[in-house]
């Protein structure tokens, strides 16, 4: 990861020794050849450093590529969920409707057939349909008795009609609404799935990316170790012999990768990297009291130190392996560094403060491989830095 400088007061003081430092004569120079190999087997283990480096910055493009899917998907599930309310709510209604066309037929036809039943049976106090249509003065009176019962049963009928109507249509209107919803709920599992996919290949890259990082340390640790031996030879060598280990101990040796705390004084994380209600949230806010120390996670260049939009001023230092770390919400006096300075992992460099769009007292930190237009390019920060804090 951290490429330039980790080992550089080593190397400084290895190359030095290359010359200044006097070996005892009970000690055994090794042959040309087998320096030789030694530098082979240093610039060897180099090269597998900065590949696992590359492979370290390609799972980190990764990692934020599947965090936005995710943010993208919660986004849609958000979207989605109030269409289901409002499906869920009308098939409710519908079927209450349903419901109440159902008990007026009832009584309509509980109505009707209590008619029926009276046109042929006598009931005390009551007079039967018969008994009116007997009860006639002439045959006159008999054919309007007739038409007026008639005109009873046809609207009794006709009502029955209109309500099984009513009562098909309710129902072919739920059966619509039923099929509504089980597709936008088909479409929620759809999306919960895919969601808790993305999450299985986060897990399964911040596993990776972690056995990645311990390989790399133990790289370095290795590297370290061979650069010392390289550095206390002193024997005559032959010009080509000490060209390839001069070359060998300028070269550079990534860092071990964690960074340090941001804050020192204060683990609380209260706000996470990801979704954040509407938007995409590109870092951690670590909340502490105004004023509290806030330390640069590893050496580097101070690119911007200042207004930001958003944060109300911001940090942004460039380490040396290309990655940025940012910093974010302090005020303006709250910055102890500027633009075009070099500092030191651990060194202070601004206060924490509640300026910009702030809630309360805390710090934004980010981290981000470079700048698209006037965007910074950020990844998830967290598998930098050092996991208890986490």
Same mark, same amino acid.
């Given at each position: ?42 610039? #060897?283990? @180099? ?12 799972? #980190? ?6 965090? +936005?899917?995710?943010? =993208? !998907? ?15 709510? $009308? ?8 419901? *109440? ?6 009584? +309509? ?7 029926? %039943? ?25 054919? *309007? ?5 008639? /005109? ?20 072919? /209107?739920? =059966?619509?609404?039923?099929? $509504? #919803? ?19 290949? %986060?897990? =399964? ?8 990082? $311990? =390989? ?7 590297? $370290? ?30 860092? &071990? ?5 941001? %804050? ?14 509407? &938007? ?46 940012? !910093? ?13 300075? &070099?500092?030191?992992?651990?060194? @202070? ?17 980010? %981290? ?18 050092? *996991?208890?804090?986490?």
């Amino acid at each position: 990861m951290n490429a330039k400088k980790t080992l550089c007061s080593l190397l400084i003081a290895s190359t030095i020794a290359l010359t200044s430092v006097p070996v005892p004569s009970t000690f055994a120079e090794p042959e040309p050849a087998a320096v030789k190999q030694m530098i082979d087997d240093y610039n #060897q283990r @180099l090269a597998a450093i900065q590949q696992l480096s590359d492979q370290e910055d390609q799972l #980190q493009g990764q990692l934020s590529t599947i965090n +936005r899917q995710i943010f =993208e !998907y919660d986004q849609l599930e958000k979207e989605l969920q109030p269409d289901i309310d409002a499906v869920t709510q $009308q098939i409710q209604s519908t079927q209450t409707e349903i419901d *109440n066309k159902k008990n007026s037929m009832d009584e +309509r036809n509980l109505l009707v057939k209590n008619r029926l %039943v009276s046109m042929y049976t006598e009931e005390a106090a009551s007079v039967s349909f018969l008994e009116v249509l007997l009860g006639s003065a002439n045959f006159g009176d008999f054919i *309007n008795r007739l038409g007026m019962l008639t /005109m009873i049963f046809r609207q009794d009928k006709q009502m029955i009609d209109t309500l099984a109507e009513d009562k098909q249509s309710l129902t072919t /209107m739920k =059966e619509e609404l039923d099929s $509504q #919803q089980k597709a936008l709920l088909d479409k929620m599992s759809m999306l919960n799935q895919a969601k808790a996919d993305q999450e299985d290949k %986060v897990q =399964e890259r911040m596993n990776l990316l972690s056995q990645l990082q $311990q =390989e790399k340390r133990s790289e370095v640790d290795a590297t $370290q170790q061979e650069a010392e031996n390289l550095a206390a030879i002193d024997e005559e060598l032959t010009p080509d012999v000490q060209a390839a280990l001069k070359e060998a101990l300028q070269k550079n040796i990534v860092s &071990e990768g964690n960074w340090d705390w941001p %804050v020192p004084d204060s683990h609380t994380i209260t706000s996470d990297f990801g979704a954040r209600g509407q &938007e995409f949230h590109a870092g951690i806010d670590i909340g502490a009291p105004l004023g509290t120390s806030i330390v640069a996670v590893d050496s580097g260049i101070v690119l911007y130190a200042g207004k930001a939009t958003g944060f109300g001023n911001w940090i942004v230092i460039k380490h040396a392996n290309g990655l940025m770390s940012v !910093y974010g919400h302090m005020y303006g006096d709250g910055i102890f560094v500027k633009v075009g300075q &070099e500092v030191q992992r651990g060194q @202070l460099i601004a206060v924490v403060g509640s300026d910009g769009q702030s809630t309360g007292p805390h710090l934004h930190f980010a %981290v981000a491989t470079g700048i698209t237009g006037n965007k910074m390019d950020y990844i998830d920060p967290r598998p930098y830095l050092n *996991n208890e804090h986490l």
